[in-house]
Nanobody, 127 residues
């Protein structure tokens, strides 16, 4: 599975931005997709995830209520709508996928739960 993330950019605090991630290749084997982010000098951290065949979603506490993950099965794309952006949201955002459709959504919070990763897209939020 190949993942291509796009939609990053430079915005001001309070603005909105939508990231997209397109899955290609053996995308029929995708069970879950997620978004992670990594700021300079920090570890990659979980943002949100969604099951490919259902509407189950899970969010990190620091984005809950501001970010929304969604998908378009026909287009094989997953999106991350980011509202009320803060300077601390500045990071490279990565989309990820895995064939396993975990029953426990908490597994999706771990980078180890994903076998496939996109190249990342930079999001910079100025104050």
């Amino acid at each position: 599975v190949q993942l291509q993330a796009s939609g990053g950019g430079l915005v001001q605090a309070g603005d909105s931005l939508t990231l997209s991630c397109a899955a290609a290749g053996r995308s029929s084997g995708v069970g879950v997709m997620g978004w992670f982010r990594q700021a300079p000098g920090k570890e990659r951290e979980f943002v949100a995830a969604i099951k490919w065949d259902l509407l189950n979603t899970v969010y990190a506490d620091y984005v809950k209520g501001r970010f929304t993950i969604s998908k378009d099965n026909a287009k094989k794309e997953v999106y991350l709508q980011m509202n009320s952006l803060k300077p601390e949201d500045t990071a490279v955002y990565y989309c990820a996928a895995d064939a396993t459709s975990y029953t426990d959504m908490n597994y999706l919070r771990s980078v180890r739960s994903y076998d496939y990763w996109g190249q990342g897209t930079q999001v910079t939020v100025s104050s």
